[in-house]
């Protein structure tokens, strides 16, 4: 069933006639794996990846990195759900390195992330340093290409 969840994280929306052609399965066996999954909290949602880039609305995104003093007991988890309830935190990770927390935030533009930063994350007691870095560019995400520009593949194989 792995391939199923593989064929499903690469596109949500493959009809169960197509999965169960793919997968050699019946449509209710698919049907029912699915529900299987759904049920035991392995498939957590299903979404588009929007390229804000061709819209009108104004986005923002930044990679956030946080040092965080974690609560005796509690550790890093009750930090990490304070966070992700902000609307702003689109995800949040716990890391190994230099910094504790990752998170990916929008906003319509770099004040808004700004502010976010300074009044809201930085002012948490547990929050000790932050770094943020703001995405100029994407060019694949999710396993999908971003960017509509011609790769020259003469560049890329000197790399």
Known sequence: MDKLLTLLEKNARLKNSQLAAILDMTEAQVAAAIEQYEQAGVLRGY???VDWDKTDRPYVCAQIELKVSPKRDLGFDEIAHTIMTFDEVESCYLMSGGFDLALTVSGKDFKDIALFVSQRLATLD???????????KKYKEKGTLISDEEIDMREATLL
């Open 47 to 49: 979404q588009a990846l």
């Open 126 to 136: 547990s929050v000790i340093a932050t770094s943020t870095h703001f995405v100029l």
